[in-house]
C-alpha cells in the first residue's frame, strides 16, 4: 500500500532555533518527493521537489534530504522565524503507468514558532 | 498570473442539496485533480483527471461526480450533501509529467449541516 508518514505529528520550537521533520514514505514506483508548506486557511506552496538521483536540495532556509535507499526524506529549517509556524506536508509522486503523477501526501508535521 | 482558482470559498449546505465546486487552471495543464483535507489527516484524493474528457476516481470517490469537458475546468459536484462532507476541498493542476511542480487554489470550505 503506498503510504507516506512523518513525524513529529506537532513541533514547537523557540524563534531563531532549527529543527528538522521527517518523513518515510513506500509509495512504489517512485517518480519524486516534494515537501510543501500549507499557512493556516490556504492551499499547499511548493518548497522542494527531489528526484531520485538527489539527496539534497535548498530552498534558502530549508534544506530536504533524500535517501532513496531507505526511503526516508528530512526537511530541515534553519534560523527559524515566526512566518514559518505552519503545516508541513511531504508529497510522494508516483512514477509509471496509470499512476503517474498521482501525488501521496502525509500528514504533515504542524510547526509553532514561539518569540 | 492568475493559476488556480477556486470557487467559492466558503459554502454552507442543508443536508440533501446539491451543489458545483469550480477549478479553474489557466497554465495548460493536463493533470487536475480534487482533494479533500480534514483534520488530523492528510489531503485524500477524490477524483483525478489526465486530460480532457478524462476522469478517474481517488481513494474517496462516494458521494462526488466530476467531468472535465474542457482542459481549463474540473467541477466537483456533490450529489447530495452529506454532514460528513464537510471538509476544506483543494483543487490541484500540473502538467503529466514526471518531477513537475503542483499548483494548488485556496480551498473551499464546506459546512453540510
Known amino acids: 500500500k503506498n503510504q507516506v508518514e512523518q513525524s513529529p505529528q506537532s513541533l514547537i520550537i523557540l524563534e531563531g532555533k532549527n529543527c528538522t521533520l521527517q518523513?518515510?514514505?513506500?509509495?512504489?514506483?517512485?517518480?519524486?518527493l516534494r515537501w510543501y508548506k500549507q499557512d493556516t486557511g490556504r492551499g499547499p506552496v511548493s518548497l522542494t521537489i527531489?528526484?531520485?538521483?538527489?539527496n539534497t536540495k535548498s530552498n534558502g532556509r530549508y534544506t530536504a534530504t533524500l535517501d532513496a535507499d531507505t526511503k526516508q526524506s528530512s526537511l530541515h529549517i534553519t534560523a527559524s522565524q515566526l512566518s514559518d509556524s505552519a503545516s508541513y506536508i511531504c508529497?510522494?509522486?508516483?512514477?509509471?503507468?496509470?499512476?503517474?503523477?498521482?501525488?501521496?501526501f502525509g500528514r504533515g508535521t504542524q510547526l509553532t514558532v514561539w518569540p | 498570473n492568475a493559476g488556480v482558482t477556486q470557487t467559492p470559498k466558503f459554502q454552507v449546505l442543508k443536508t440533501g442539496q446539491s451543489m458545483t465546486l469550480q477549478c479553474a487552471q489557466d497554465m495548460n495543464h493536463e493533470y487536475m485533480s480534487w482533494y479533500r483535507q480534514d483534520p488530523g489527516m492528510g489531503l485524500r484524493l477524490i477524483h483525478y483527471s489526465v486530460g480532457a474528457g478524462i476522469t478517474d476516481q481517488g481513494e474517496v470517490p462516494n458521494g462526488y461526480n466530476v467531468s472535465r469537458s474542457t482542459t481549463e475546468d474540473f467541477p466537483l459536484r456533490l450529489l447530495s450533501a452529506a454532514p460528513s462532507q464537510t471538509s476544506v476541498y483543494f483543487c490541484?493542476?500540473?502538467?503529466?509529467?514526471?518531477?513537475?511542480?503542483?499548483?494548488f487554489g485556496q480551498g473551499t470550505r464546506l459546512t453540510v449541516v
Open positions: 508529497v510522494v509522486s508516483a512514477g509509471r503507468g496509470s499512476t503517474l503523477g498521482r501525488l501521496y
Open positions: 518523513c518515510n514514505y513506500t509509495v512504489s514506483p517512485f517518480s519524486n
Open positions: 490541484a493542476s500540473s502538467p503529466r509529467t514526471v518531477n513537475t511542480e503542483a499548483f
Open positions: 527531489m528526484t531520485f538521483s538527489e
